[in-house]
């Protein structure tokens, strides 16, 4: 491997670390609230009424979507509301999450282009 002298790509390079970094770390948030929300999820939700799921939001009949009653099996207004709470920040984190890829995405591509000129690759 050779040693990168060229102060602009390593720049370039730093400044992809850094946004990888911060993908992966948010990932980790990413889970968590998802795991909390479908745990939180299982103690209202009366999942028997999904049974025409094939497989996660596809329906074999979509006529069973307007067809099926949904039901809660608790009631209680606290727990629902710390449910919505944490659907709402896990909404949050999933578009902050989804920005930091995007940038990822901008910064490997300026990268990319930077060693491309840096050290005349096609």
């Known amino acids: 491997m050779r040693t990168i002298l ?5 720049r370039a390079i730093l400044r992809y670390n850094l946004r990888k970094n911060l993908a992966s770390n948010q990932q980790k948030y990413y889970e968590r609230y998802q795991n909390s929300s479908i745990k939180a999820s299982l103690e209202i939700f009366d999942y ?9 939001g ?8 307007i067809n099926t009653k949904y039901q809660l099996i608790n009631k209680d207004k606290a727990l629902i509301k710390q449910f919505g709470n ?30 491309k000129q840096a050290y005349d690759i096609k």
């Open 6 to 10: 060229n102060k602009t790509a390593i």
């Open 48 to 56: 028997g009424y999904f049974k025409g799921l094939t497989e996660v």
């Open 58 to 65: 596809k329906f074999k009949d979509t006529t069973k979507i």
């Open 86 to 115: 944490e659907v709402y920040l896990y909404k949050g984190i999933v578009d902050y999450y989804k920005t930091l890829l995007e940038d990822t995405r901008k910064e490997a591509d300026t990268l990319i282009l930077t060693l």
